[in-house]
């Protein structure tokens, strides 16, 4: 009943980089626990990269899904991943060391029914509409499970649940001073949901690029993970937050450099303070 | 706002085998919470969740959006997306009502409906504003001939080549319904929430009651909106991301947005239900 | 008494902030072509019209004033969680959430203008230099007062929601109600100046957009200072209107009548917003008149 608006040309895919994404997000998320084996809390950044790697494998189902023209806006469709995610994921950390697969599962349900939902009920039609639904809430649940992880050492209810107040350098435990007692799950929340959405919205058009794409995502990925490194501060050891920010910084300055590079292959042309070049009949 | 411009063909059609399944899932899953929790809170809960999830579902379709070519002038309604413009004025809501939660639900859910129907209806009216004073442009509708309300001609005031423009009566009242029931959803969702997790959270984390409250406001918050965002997409989904309000033929597929948010937010309601219930 | 004195002075802060804020948002998203304009911009190369209209796609302005608000308002949380006195916090956050805005901002244009190289479309590094630090001045603006708004409504006014979660709401609330009142004075306005005044613009002529300035060739500068005189002092009174009223009501009425007073009170504003609404609709029925003869009302 759709017609496709965009075809995916060469490049890797999708269900390489899908298959890729969710295998290096759930190691790199199980990478964390090794702060609770060593009691540390350094391994936190990997938290930030298991959500770099759910972005871009998100970036290019978004890609899929919104070839199709849905009807509304791009940025939609992160609002409903993490939306369904959030939720997976919060009651997925009841399990302990199990969260992670938990909320892979519990997420590829509710997707499985939105996906239902929005393709029979709806009656959009669209091919690829339920297993890009499961796909998103399993990135959704992933990524906020990265950005907890990252910012409270563990993914773990106890540790997202419990913070702690220094006060006259006596360190008094909080429930306010948390990551879900102080609502960051929000900020998270909402720096998935843009990242998500971002790199195919801005790079939509004619001449698409999937490395080009692929590496906005990383960069996306990347500067999102700089400002969780910042909000981890008070949550964890401020050595730690600053290896996740270092780690940050970097991945975003090689990214952001890579991405106006590819940018400057594709465009047409790339002009310094030059007037608009004359074209045939206008 | 995507510049793919091409509109999918999901037709006005309701495709009956697909709405009994959606609805025996609800049935289920409003089962399952019935034979795991009982008749208490959890299930009171589950039924609050539902019917929010529904009225936000519902609430969308009166919302008038144009989305690009409103900005235009080239079609009426307000120009921006639709589930972000019902979850502006539905989560304005949500915070009138979370302020009024310890009056009850019936005073703080109203509170939050009039929340959100302000918003819509101050919004509304400054799109006319702008529309008439700074273009100088009158509102007519694409769709209908006359105002349903008012009884006023539309196509004489459609300008040429367009398809109308502004925000005729009709739409303005739409808006207000619109953020009103917007507005009602979010907060009972949060409601139904914040009483369970109040109640169930200390035993859980074996903490006194005073000292959770702010891990059930902000779990319960994050429901809400997660849960509204849901229900507001797939009704954008429904009505393909436009809408000129109630008098608008789409509004009549609304139908199968109500049963797909019902099972929609069922689904959603029970995991959310189920972290401090199991 | 005096906690109703203190809380009217702080609602009227609020609003204040909140007018601030709306201007400077629908300044920057007109600046930066975002929201529902964004799609002429889209257009017009395609259409053979190349320019040097920035075009900064990052989403709509709900979901993108979502995050910098949210951001903004985590951020300074945070800081505010380790002692850190709340302006500094609060300027903090909004400067690093700034940040993210720019980048944001660029890797938009260039994504959307490399996008674009087969219609001719040439990346400007000049506009991508100029236009986005000019954005991320009016963004900071609208992320501080909004920020701060959220601040003095969980600080002094004591909403039982913490404040990343109040830059959720007030984000997406501030986006909605500045990209549904000032995108059609820019989208109509400016972009299609050189179609007929009182007029939506026909859909033939999508993607003709002005790209010529008084002198030289037109930029988003040019466009922020023609929204800035209707289209964004109007996007502030709306969000000052509704922060202030929705905050009044509830500071002022809420104790009488258990909650039944602010809900009447809202009742009424609702129905005097609609009694405007009405005028301006008929003001505006009588005094442009028709288009066409109400006689070929039968064949439109």
Redesign the interface.
Known sequence: MTVKVEKIEGGIPHTTIMIAGLIASLVFLYLTYANVIMGTEYFAFFGGLATVAALIWGSHTIKHLCSYGIGT???SA??IAFGSGVIAMLFATKYGIAAPIVAVVLAAVIGLILGYLANNVLNMRIPVMIQSLVEMAIIGALVLMGYAAMMTGSFELTSLTT?N??ILGLSLPSY??SFL???????A???G??AI???F????????TQD??LM?AA??GF??M??AA??????ISMSAALVSLFVAIIGWYYT?AK??E???R????????????D?E?? | ?S?I?AKPAAGAAVDTTAMVVGIIILLLVIGATYYLFGSGLAFMALIGIIIGGVLIGFGVHFVPVG????????APG????VA??A???G??G???G????E??VV??T??GA??G???M???????????????????ASGKV?KDPI?G??Q???????????????VS??GG?IGGLFGGAGGTLIYLVLLDLYEEELPAMMNALPAQI??IA??LA??FA?GMFLVNAVLAAYNITGTIEGPHDPKFKRFPRAVVASAVASAICGIVAIMIVAV | MESIVFGIGITALAGALATVAGAAENTESDIGSQ??????V??APQM?????IFNK????????Y??WI??G???A???M???INPILAIVLGSG??VF?QG??AT??Y?????????????????ILKSMTTVTMAHAFVAIFATVTLCHLINAALG???????????????L???G???????????R??QNQ???????????GNIV?YAEAG?RNSLDNGWFSAK??GP??G??FG??VF??LW??VLF?EIG???G??II??I??LV??V???Y??V???KN?G?????A??AS?
Request: hydrophobic letters at 50%; one cysteine or more.
């Open positions: 806006g791009v940025p992160g609002m913070g107040v220094q306010q001073a007692g102080g609502a960051l799950i929000a900020t929340f909402m720096l949901a843009i959405q971002h790199p919205n801005a790079c939509l058009g004619p001449n698409w080009r794409m906005l960069e996306c500067l999102s700089i400002t910042i909000m981890s501060m008070p949550l952001y991405y106006i590819l940018s400057k594709d465009a047409a042309a790339w002009l310094e303070s030059k007037p608009i070049p074209v009949g206008h | 706002m510049a411009g989305g690009a070519p409103a900005a235009m002038g080239q307000i120009a921006t997306g972000m413009l979850a502006g004025a989560l304005a949500l915070f009138g979370a302020w009024a939660a009056m009850g005073v703080a109203i509170t009039i929340g129907g302000l918003m209806a101050i919004t509304c009216m400054f799109v006319n504003f702008i529309y008439v004073f700074g273009m100088g442009i009158p509102s001939t008012t006023d001609t196509p004489e005031f459609k300008s040429q080549g367009t398809e109308g423009h502004g925000l005729p009566f303005y009242v207000v409250v702010p406001v902000a918050g994050m909106i | 929201g529902d304009p964004n799609s002429q889209q257009l053979g019209y190349i320019h040097r796609a990052v989403a709509g302005e709900p979901p993108a979502g995050l949210a951001l308002a985590g951020i949380w945070a800081f969680a380790m002692q690093i959430a993210v980048v944001y890797t938009a260039l994504g959307r203008t490399a996008s674009l190289a087969k219609f001719g479309q040439p990346v400007y590094v000049d909403h039982p929601f913490p404040l990343p979660l109040l830059g959720i709401v007030w984000g997406i609330a986006g909605a109600a990209s549904a009142t000032g995108n059609p004075f820019y989208g109509k306005e972009q299609y007929k005044f009182g007029a939506g613009v026909p859909i033939a002529a999508s790209r060739e209707l289209g109007a996007s009174v709306c209107l509704i009223l929705e009501r509830t809420e258990a909650g039944w602010a809900i809202g009742i504003i609702i917003f609609t405007i609404d009405r301006i609709e003001w505006a029925r442009y028709p288009y066409t003869k109400p070929e009302e439109s």
